[in-house]
């Protein structure tokens, strides 16, 4: 079992840029692909990016490629995005989650989930 925290939310100004983080604990981080994903209120859970178990692989939504930059610090055990040129509609709540899945592109192929953190985009 993994346990993950998010951190690095908050109210931002659109066109500003802020980072979040998805510490690690518990069984070895760089076994698993990690993804962040995002949901907004009355809205489906979205995959927002995700990486492989090394680092090596991306992959992003097309909402937020070109803007968000999804990265991980294996040594440290965490997992990082950082988000760019910010618009209201990427106000939601962002998850980090873990998987086990050689290519996890849903929600269900993720295993374990942190909490949250909310991200309000807004002047």
């Known amino acids: 079992q993994v346990q993950l925290a998010e951190s690095g939310g908050g109210l931002v100004q659109p066109g500003n840029s802020v980072r979040l983080s998805c510490a690690a604990s518990g069984r070895t981080f760089s076994g698993y692909n990690m993804g962040w994903f995002r949901q907004a209120p009355g809205k489906e859970r979205l995959l927002v990016a995700r990486?492989?178990?090394?680092?090596?692989?991306?992959v992003y939504a097309d909402f937020v490629r070109g803007r968000f930059t999804i990265s991980r610090d294996n040594a440290k055990n965490t997992l990082y995005l950082q988000m760019n040129s910010l618009k209201p509609e990427d106000t939601a709540v962002y998850y980090c989650?873990?998987?086990?899945?050689?290519?996890?592109?849903?929600?269900?192929?993720?295993?374990?989930w942190g909490q949250g953190t909310q991200v309000t985009v807004s002047s």
């Open positions: 990486i492989s178990a090394s680092g090596r692989m991306t």
């Open positions: 989650a873990s998987s086990t899945r050689s290519s996890p592109t849903t929600h269900s192929d993720y295993e374990y």
